[in-house]
């Protein structure tokens, strides 16, 4: 007994890892991009460092999801390992910036495989009285990830060298390998299908033209320029084939029949909407604090700590709390908090105290916790083993999507507000000479310090207004997320009254 209690515990410890250097890559890279940028060049292609890792994680998670229900979850999550430390060691000999485009898109299709996996191999080993502290656990590591990310970067990137935000992950990542591989014994049976591979091939497609199209839209091209419009076009079309060729598969990539489960679909929308809501504050509540506060990017990891603990702590609760009541009900409170949360975030301006900040942090991170272990059990209850990879990763392909989206709107929003606020308080000459009237130039320190104390204020309390304008729109998705809530049903998890003890002796 104690032996298989101790292989449990390293199959868990390697999950954990796994999870974390996956799911930390992207916050602990975008550290380091403007040194990257100093190293190699190719400022011009820095969106694409970020856009080539997130393309190849979000086509790929649905589609080892699948394989894994098919084939078995421990090759898919070893090759996930193997292929994302490689690429991780590829991105820190990078020669160049097209080099580190290339070798971070390896990244992303290990990392597509890493999280959906690592989470129903939980609920493949442990009884549902135990599924949720154990998914409350990788839930915490989750969200943790895009708190420690920024602080671990930044640290990484001062003390030691960009390409060491690459290389740390060698070493979690073979002691990852290293437990996955010795010790856990994958005794389900697969059955052996015919992959779909016109359903993957359009997905890919589909996203990358959605996602190009939302980076490059605004920036680099004019939003009804050929390029962006090509893009948009060749989303719908791509979409639309993927779809019809969905319906007919025989074994689809992602089954539409499985969101005719109330719980399933209900769970999926609102892990989107979460995404969505989420991300702003994780992108957002740094720039606050070095705009408006002042201070270094290590500072503004260290300010993201107390939503890092209310996630932990929320996504704790959470999976516990799934044995004694319904998800709809856990749910409810957790959007509440969520939807309280970003509304209090709406509110921020240069005379929020630092106090103030991290109240509402905590209270958006505590609400958004509970998604990372409630939504992954919700999503996967109704399926057996052979549907369960499936599920999961059908729920962390919409939150990326959402997050992905999300960012790209709202940031939008921000930076137009922002520019217009600039405009409007600059006009007549306020400006200093020579300096250009836009976020990317003004919000410089050597700018900042030419100007006028008044000008300054005014570029401050401009930054100000715009994040806060960014967070009511993120109302929509946070309250959307609350209405779906009230959709789910009232399912719970149902554990088995254990035998007697006496019983259970004999």
């Keep these: 007994m104690n032996a298989k209690q101790s292989n449990i515990k390293l199959v868990v410890a390697g999950l954990l890892l796994g999870i974390l250097m996956s799911a930390m890559d992207n916050t602990i890279v975008a550290t380091a991009m403007y040194t990257i940028v100093e190293d190699l060049g190719g400022f011009d292609q820095i969106v694409w460092v970020t856009s080539a890792y997130m393309v190849a994680v979000m086509a790929g998670t649905p589609i080892f999801g699948k394989l894994s229900d098919m084939y078995g979850r421990k090759r898919f999550f070893i090759f996930g390992l193997v292929v994302f430390l490689v690429g991780s060691m590829l991105c820190g000999m990078a020669g160049n910036m097209t080099q580190l485009i290339i070798f971070r898109a390896i990244q992303g299709i290990g990392g597509g495989a890493l999280m959906p996996i690592a989470f129903t191999i939980v609920f493949d080993l442990f009884p549902p009285e135990k599924r949720g502290k154990m998914t409350g656990l990788l839930g915490a590591v989750f969200g943790t990830s895009s708190i420690l990310g920024p602080m671990l970067g930044a640290f990484i990137t001062d003390s030691i060298g960009w390409e060491w935000v690459f290389y740390v992950n060698l070493p979690i990542g073979i002691v990852s390998f290293i437990f996955i591989m010795t010790s856990y014994k994958e ?101 606050f604090v070095s705009g408006v506060y002042g201070g270094t990017a290590t500072n503004s990891g260290l300010i993201l700590m107390p939503m890092m603990i209310g996630s932990v702590f929320g996504s704790q609760i959470g999976g516990i709390l799934t044995t004694r009541t319904t998800f709809r009900n856990i749910m409810i409170f957790s959007s509440l908090c969520f939807v309280a949360g970003i509304f209090c975030l709406s509110t921020l301006s240069p005379e929020t105290s630092r106090m103030m900040l991290t109240l509402f942090m905590v209270l958006t991170g505590f609400g958004v916790g509970f998604s990372f272990s409630v939504l992954s059990m919700a999503s996967i209850h109704n399926f057996d083993a052979r549907q369960r990879g499936a599920a999961t990763s059908t729920n962390s392909f919409l939150r990326s999507l959402g997050m992905t989206v999300g960012i790209t709107i709202f940031g939008i929003i921000q930076r137009n507000v922002f520019t217009d606020k600039l405009v409007t308080g600059m006009a007549g000459g306020n400006a200093p000479e020579g300096v250009a009237v836009n976020p990317d130039t003004v919000m410089s320190s050597g700018a900042l310090e030419q100007m006028p104390p008044a000008v300054r204020e005014h570029a401050i309390s401009s930054l100000a207004d715009s994040i806060a304008q960014a967070f009511t729109w993120a109302l929509v998705p946070a309250v959307l997320a609350f209405v779906f809530v009230l959709m789910m049903g009232n399912e719970r998890v149902v554990v088995k009254p254990k035998a007697p003890k006496q019983a259970a002796d004999q």
């Design 187 to 287: 005794t389900l049976s697969h059955a052996k299908l015919k992959i779909d591979w016109t359903g993957a091939a359009t997905l890919v497609g589909a996203i990358i033209c959605l996602m190009f199209g939302l980076e490059l839209g605004g920036n680099t091209y004019a939003w009804d320029s050929p390029q962006i419009l090509g893009l948009f076009a060749g989303f719908l079309v791509l979409l639309i084939i993927f779809l019809i060729t969905e319906t007919k598969a025989a074994e689809p990539i992602i089954s539409f029949k499985m969101f005719q489960k109330r719980l399933f679909a209900s769970s999926n929308i609102i892990a989107l909407c979460y995404g969505a809501g989420f991300i702003v504050a994780t992108v957002y509540i740094p720039i």
